[in-house]
Structures are given as C-alpha cells and as structure tokens.
C-alpha cells in the first residue's frame, strides 16, 4: 500500500509541473517575454506577428556588439530561433556609423550610413532579410548605455514589409544585453 501511495504522489508531482517558467501560465504573448531589466541578464524577446519569440537553441541564439570602426559607431543585435517547421527566424537591430546614448530614441529606417535600422531574416531554402524603410519603420531606444561595464538595455518596435507583400510587425521588444566590441 505503501508502494502504491508514494507511486500515485510522484506521478501527481510529474504531471502537475509546467515546463514553461517564462509565462507563469499566462496565455497572454507579452507576459511571455522577458521582464524588462537593465543589469546586463542577456536577455531579449519581442512579439512577431503577434506571437512571443524568444531566441533559443542553434549555435548562436543571441549576440550583440557595439563598436567603434574606422570612425563610426556599429550597434548590432540578433535574436534567433527555429520555427515548427525548423526553419530559421531572426530578428535585428543596428546602426551604422551612428553613436548610441542613454534614453535616446532612434527611428529603424532604411540601411544606410547614419542610420538605425530593423531587420527580419528568415532562412529557409535561401537566405531572405527585409529591412525597415521609409515606409515601413520603426523605434529603438536605449535605456541604458553602461560602456565601463558593456552593458545596452532598451525597447524596440518595427515594420516590415517581405517579397510577397506580407507586413511582419515585430512589437513590444527589450533586451538586456553585455556587447562585444
């Protein structure tokens, strides 16, 4: 009897766990993403289309640099995960040649020199990058810039339009990440 009861207490503990601690059982996207810190936690989540996405799994899920090259300043950070069907999302922010500072708000347009810009890849059978314009844009702000210590922390939000026309809407980002120069 003994036996019986410790085995029906185990297999109740088993199926009462949730494996999904980021939630805490919401249903909500947002309350799926990470809390918005500011302490270096290498941390970043954003809703795409709606859904949470959390980089995870592969060989470099998560990366971000800022650094100072032939004069100019180069922000870039990447978020990465597989899809249902394992193919390859990612989601960016980055400058080029354009100095970050503490709550400041930059606009992601296009890629070009002086400018910020957002950026959905998808890769599949080919490699497929679209990036924020004039028309489709965005907002990066930083909320923290702790260079003695390599630490940005901020929000994002931003528009983009793929090659079949279809406008992915990437939402309610923060990070929390140490860079590399």
């Known amino acids: 009897m003994k036996n019986i009861f410790f085995t029906l207490l185990i297999l109740l503990s088993l199926t009462a766990c949730n494996n999904d601690d980021n939630n805490n059982g919401s249903t909500n996207p947002v309350d799926q993403l990470p809390p918005a810190t500011q302490t270096g936690e290498n941390s970043f989540g954003c809703l795409l289309d709606g859904e949470a996405f959390i980089p995870r799994g592969g060989t470099n899920p998560l990366d971000c640099v800022y650094q100072l090259v032939d004069g100019g300043y180069y922000f870039?950070?990447?978020?990465?995960?597989?899809?249902?069907?394992?193919?390859?999302?990612?989601?960016?922010?980055?400058?080029?040649?354009?100095?970050?500072?503490?709550?400041?708000?930059?606009?992601?347009?296009?890629?070009?020199?002086?400018?910020?810009?957002?950026?959905?890849?998808f890769y599949s059978s080919s490699i497929n990058n679209y990036y924020t314009s004039q028309t489709h844009t965005g907002e990066l702000t930083i909320t923290k810039l702790d260079i003695e210590n390599q630490i940005v922390s901020g929000?994002?939000?931003?528009?983009?339009?793929?090659?079949?026309?279809v406008v992915h809407q990437i939402r309610e980002g923060r990070f929390d990440m140490q860079y590399t120069q």
Not at 100 to 116: G, I, K, S, V
């Open 155 to 165: 929000t994002f939000w931003f528009d983009v339009q793929d090659n079949d026309g």
């Open 76 to 121: 870039g950070l990447q978020g990465n995960k597989r899809n249902s069907n394992n193919d390859l999302v990612g989601i960016s922010v980055g400058t080029n040649s354009l100095q970050l500072f503490e709550n400041q708000t930059y606009q992601l347009l296009e890629n070009t020199t002086n400018n910020a810009q957002g950026i959905y890849s």
